[in-house]
């Protein structure tokens, strides 16, 4: 069974192009309402469950009754494995037709419309596993970017941006700068207003899809790196906001906010990607930001680490106080997932994670191209060394597409970036320094002055831990996680590798803490404990949240943006 649903897990929404197991004598499991029963019908079902919004073409009262093909009343991911399973194995058995779900949906949404016509919304549910919708509320102390402004600009290229910034930065009031398009960003976009209160707004594209700030040519002119190559540079500037957009391919961070001058910023519904260190940087001082619905996703400084430093999240090195997280997810990094290092004598501060994910960080086989070939996922072609193989093979894509490669004589050609270079041997066990964590909560110099607050979060697939203390013994409290299948890729010469690794840590609660599968046993205070799961409730949790992780793979690819995802039906199942 468990074999069964990792192949679902990997497969449903990635292989919608596959040809159909068998037609259909009925519409059962039909989601996509086109007589066939294939992947696809599957991977509708899955997307509903996670996002009540998304429509299918069969009308609501035939998919609440069709598509609950295991007959419990309810549409959910369990319906989506089993229709993957039967699409795999005809003679896997749907439950006769019969009732109808009753579901109840309230949205929220919000929706903000100026004088130049662009109007952004915004939408926030959660279906949950008894088949009702929760209303969900993004917490208190949590501000989301302003809906109103006294001036508003669009622009579509790196010069209008550049322009209406400076622009911006003389008015007073609040401001808006609206990116209609993709902005290939030639170099630094520096933020140094205090108190500029500008909001960067991108505006969805008829598919879907959303804006990217795009730093490639800014990082293919850079003969080497460091702060001067982060993307979005927030120094010495405050109040600056940024929603709907994509920040990806910056030499260096894609986003630092830097100094005890810069702060009170908002993040919402961004996405950072491929950028050549950390997705996002907060350190020096930096205070009271608020990221809302982020991913960071494949951040690696390849070249120039071996993956050592780059971090989804990197809120350390003497960060400020009152740096809070709400639904970001920090995945397939090439260091860390969150990270919140401390050198000697650096301040106290408080973190807040609340309702975020982390996982598959660290893996070197990620950034040579081999994971995603091993587990029939598409070339991805914004990987550095991906780039140096089809440059120096130009049928490399053809003969990855046709299956025609052998992961153990994998193309093993120099990639030279930055002013230096790397083999693709280079990329391996043996060499690689990034660290395979999911949450690290601090370092040895991290006294419990320092305090976390961590709810509502899951850890999977992390090489090393899920929730490492990494020798912090800062003060935590910790409310509703789940770790699991962590510690089985860990770094050379690291070990204690498991969902937990928390025991110097001052833990005040610990409530509701599920973990299974660690590669080793969890490391705890005395008196401290994880609960463990019996087996059907784990292949339910793993199912769930790892469709739900491909499902957030997709939309990356396709330059859209998740947004809040709320976990409240995966952690319905542990009840």
Known sequence: MKKLLGIFAVSALTILGCTSAFASNSVQGDADSDGILTAKDSAYVLQKTFDSTFKVPMADEEYSVYCDVNGDKVVNADDASLILQKVLNDSVKFAPIGGSTETTTETTTATTTETTTVTTTETTTQVTTEGTTEETTIPDGFNTVPENFDYTVNVSNFSELKSALSDCAKKSGQKAIYITDDINATEQIKLATSNANISLIGVEKADGSYPAIDFAKFRDSKNSTGENGTGIYVSKGSYYNFKNLIVKNAPDCGMRIKNSNSGNCIVQNCVFKYNNNSGISVTAGGHDNTFIGVDSYRNCDLVQKLGSDADGFSVKLNAGKNNKFFACRAWENGDDGWDSYNYSGDSPYHLDYIECLCYHNGDYDIYNGKWDYENNLPLDKDLLYVQAMIKADPDFEAKYNNRQLDVNNWPNITLTKFGKSIKGSDISYENWDGNPNGFKFGSKYTT???????????????????????????????????????????????????????????????????????????????????ITPDASTQDAVRNATTALSDSLQQSIRENKIPGIVWFNDIFALTK
């Open 448 to 530: 419990s002055a320092s305090t976390r607050t961590v709810k509502n979060c899951i850890a999977f697939n992390n090489g090393q831990k899920g929730f490492d203390e990494n020798n912090s013994k800062a003060t935590i409290d910790m409310e509703n996680t789940i770790a699991f299948d962590n510690g089985f890729k860990g770094k050379k010469g690291q070990s204690g590798n498991s969902n937990y690794r928390m025991e110097l840590m001052n833990i005040q609660q610990f409530e509701n803490c599920f973990g299974f599968n660690g590669a080793i046993d969890d490391f705890l205070p005395e008196g401290k404990t994880v």
